[in-house]
């Protein structure tokens, strides 16, 4: 109004107009200051209630090591969810067929590392690629247990920018990497 020329005086309608349109403009721009702080507010949330992960079991939906030919040995982490009697891990090509088996002898409940020296049953060395490890053992009572690769308890959670990262065996893997959380 101050800027107006006295002279030609604006039109009421076209003053009510603009006024309009720069009330619907602050609105505009308080609601996304508002959105934005919601959204803030909401990773901040998930985050946290990722901590209570901690001490649940993460299935990674992924079994298999991965071989080289080069006659290397492979190292790979087992979660053992109650102690171990005896039992055996099997190592399968991606068609199903056994390739070569690991003892596993008494250990209490944890997870432990095992190496596969990459080679079959009949001491050839492998050939590169995905294996699976599933293994089947039984513990102190004689009851039939198993587990497999890929299966750990949630150790810890980091947060690493906006990325959540969940302590899993003996690495840290991306929440999105894992499929189903027990």
Known sequence: MQY???????????????TSQLATLESADNTNKTLTAL?????????LSTVSAI????????????????GNAVSFPIYFPSDVSSGTATIT???????????IGANA?????FSWDGKDSTGKVADAGAYH?????????????ATKVGVYPIDSVKF??????LGIGPNYVPLSSVQTIY
Do not use: E, H, R
């Open 160 to 165: 690493d920018g906006t990325n959540t990262l």
């Open 133 to 145: 490890v599933a293994v089947a053992y039984t513990d102190p009572s004689g009851n039939a247990k």
């Open 93 to 103: 090509d991606t068609n199903g067929n056994k390739i070569s088996t690991i003892a």
């Open 109 to 113: 409940a944890g997870t432990y590392s």
């Open 39 to 47: 959204a803030a507010s909401l990773q901040g949330s998930q985050q």
């Open 55 to 70: 001490g649940k079991i993460a299935d990674l939906g992924d079994d298999t090591v991965t071989t080289k030919a080069d």
């Open 4 to 18: 107006q020329d006295p002279t030609q005086p604006m039109d009421t309608d076209k003053i009510l107009s603009q």
